[in-house]
């Protein structure tokens, strides 16, 4: 099994449409992030979480928001999907601010 | 603000060596991560430098100077899996620590 779990992998929504994404992970860090990637702009911040009750705005979080409901899972909600928000979506677990990233295996989410 | 460059693409060939690099303009540094990943997947990590030099990993090694705010990432021995998207990507030293991604470059090895 994967250390970082995305569910769903692929998801086609409505504009207008509430949609969630979910990552979990077994690696035991405390550090969670969002990012979206666009081709050509490269992966950008979302939102990320230090623990259970720490949430922080990323470069880009209009239009988005979090969830930390345990240590091990951190959701993003798009409350009212809009097209430009296409995307490849990543979750992302670190030890701590020298260590690794280690990425989910993404969520492809087209809003049409 | 965050400014991080890399060359959109390159092209080698089987056996060569190839140099990708970075170049940043950030508000601290704390360090710099390479990443590679491959189309439609997870970004995987290579290398971490946070001080000047030469590090080495296997046919990967990657350079840092923060007085030019200049990396590379250097491949040998090319294989034609190492056709991939390379990622560089600044910690910032502001409270957050944040990573912040260049674009990436992405390589294609030929025959």
């Known amino acids: 099994d994967a250390d970082v779990t995305q569910t769903p992998r692929n998801r086609i929504t409505k504009t207008g449409k509430r949609i969630m994404l979910e990552c979990s992970q077994t690696?035991?860090?405390?550090?969670m992030y969002w990012y979206r990637q666009d081709p050509g702009l490269g992966l950008r911040l979302i939102y990320y979480s230090f623990d259970v009750k720490d949430i922080n705005k990323g470069e880009i979080s209009d239009g988005y928001s979090v969830s930390r409901q345990a240590q091990a899972k951190f959701s993003l909600s798009l409350e009212s999907a809009i097209p430009n928000q296409t995307a490849l979506y990543f979750c992302a677990t670190r030890v701590g601010p020298n260590t690794e990233a280690f990425f989910g295996q993404g969520t492809r989410l087209t809003v049409v | 603000g965050q400014n991080i460059d890399q060359p959109t693409e390159m092209t080698a060939t089987e056996g060569a060596i190839v140099q990708i690099n970075c170049t940043y303009q950030t508000s601290g540094f704390n360090g710099l991560f390479w990443y590679q990943q491959h189309a439609g997947e997870a970004p995987t990590f290579l290398s971490y430098n946070v001080l000047d030099g030469l590090e080495e990993k296997g046919r990967f090694s990657s350079f840092l100077s923060r007085s030019k705010g200049y990396s590379y990432l250097l491949l040998k021995e090319l294989q034609m899996k190492d056709s991939a998207s390379y990622l560089c990507?600044?910690?910032?030293?502001?409270?957050?620590?944040?990573?912040?991604f260049g674009t990436g470059t992405q390589l294609k090895v030929e025959l």
């Open positions: 690696k035991g860090h405390d550090r």
């Open positions: 990507a600044v910690r910032d030293g502001g409270g957050g620590n944040k990573l912040t």
